[in-house]
């Protein structure tokens, strides 16, 4: 099987993203005040906002890894908690990190066909840890993010920039019909950011998968991404196309004063 | 009157110095401890540390005693694995997500391990060469009950222990908690756990050594034979060999090591 053959056997329905008066609080804290919109298939959208205003817990939200205070998730037409964890979820969404949450001492093609482990029966994925299964299909991933001479070098002992395109690639093994990124790159330098960054944003393009990321950068965020939402102390400040947010708006965004404690 | 926890510890500490001291006393120093005729054989196996029995058919002993002892240690160590690895697992408890079900299960299983380790491997070859008499058997399974207890102890809480968020990834990506162990959890902590099994190794040829006073055979039982002959130069040579089997363990495992760690 191919990569091809993977991303054209699902269709998505024309909204990927839904969510209706989601909000999320821990304990006295409200990170999430209550939020609705909905995302486009195929749309590329950048959180951005000052550390502590809610970017991360809205992505834990959107992945099912955190249950909402109030609200629902709708993932392609599914409410999220009626999905059992687990591969039906895995099939809808996938994330990826800002620390890359690689496998340090197991090969990166190892590290990538992990994304099958879903996919797998319990004795292929046994089996897979002797000989690696679906192999020519986790090359061509790694080929995908230009790390293909990488594969057997074990996860640990690569650059950052290199961990995080060995991430992307297991990403596109798992297959999920949204993808999630909290500060992909926020760990790189500058450099290393802005070709990370290209590399997500093309590939979700060309494969038509809705990409949801919370940037640091508000540059790259700016010039790769269609959409940009602003969240301040967990409220929705704007939610506009990329060309419409203006520089004060930004500004307003990242002001100190008003801020949040964050503890 | 309520104990505060800072209290509590002053006294916990206060109980256990008092204990030590105690102990202190309660050792009779004066007669058993020092023997002083003893100091003479003493100083006689200590100045033939430079004077090693060399000869052939001493050598030969040796190589054949070494032999035994590394054959009973492998052998315990690999039935210490054969427990140790799925007890560990068990005990760990990494596989459960209902939380009762897996205290029950950990709770059960450290149980176990903690029968098997607390008593000696001496204790247990007694046992054995009691039950099957002065064999090979006795000897290994003398070795590998307690090492496989212990094994399962410190295998649980290596794989308790590892970083939690490549586990997380994996989780999302769809993984079973059986996939997570295989691909995750036991990668990450394989390095830590072999290192501690080959270190365990070297405690078993050394075990070995020991149980072969027991008449069980191997480089102990040789060391006893010399003693008895006053035959300290031989005492030595074996001691060497022993010394030597140790130490290629060691170089063994850092090899191993620097292999699989990242
Ligand atoms: N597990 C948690 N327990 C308590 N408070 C939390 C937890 N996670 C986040 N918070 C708080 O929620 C707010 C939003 O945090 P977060 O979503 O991490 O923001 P961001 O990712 O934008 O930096 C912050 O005030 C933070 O301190
Ligand atoms: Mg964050």
Redesign the interface.
Known sequence: MSLASLESSRTEAAQAVSLSGLSKAYGPIEALAPLSLTVAAGETVAILGPSGSGKTTLLLLL?G?LGPSSGAVTLVGREIAQLS???E???LV??I?Q?F??????SAL?NVL??R????G?FK??VS?VWPQDRPMGMEALARVGVADRAEL????LSGGEQQRV?IA?LLL?DPAIVLADEPVASLDQARAGEVIRLLVRIARDSGKTLISSMHSVELARAHFDRLIGLRNGIVQFDLPSSQVADDMLLALYDIKGLRRED | MKIRPLEGRRLLTIILVAAFAWSLFNVDWGSGLVNTGGLRAAGHIASSILRPDLSLDVLDKAIRASWTTVAYAVAGLTLALAIGFPLGVLGSGVLFRSSWLRRFNVAGTRLVLAFFRSIHELVWAWLFVVAFGLSPLAAVLALGIPYGGILGRIYSELLQDVPE??L?????????E??VF???RL??A??DMLSYTFYRLECGIRSAAILSFVGLGGLGFQIRISLDDLAYGRVWTFLFFLIALVSLVDVWSSMVRRR???
């Open positions: 992945s890894q964890p687990g591969k979820l895995a099939q996938g994330m990190h620390q949450d690689l496998v340090p001492n197991i190892h992990a994304g482990l879903g996919e797998w319990l994925s046994l840890l074990r996860a640990g002992r991430a297991r798992q | 968020a490549p997380r990834a994996l989780r999302s990506a769809g993984a079973s059986w996939r295989w691909f995750g990668p990450m394989l390095p699989i760690t990242a």
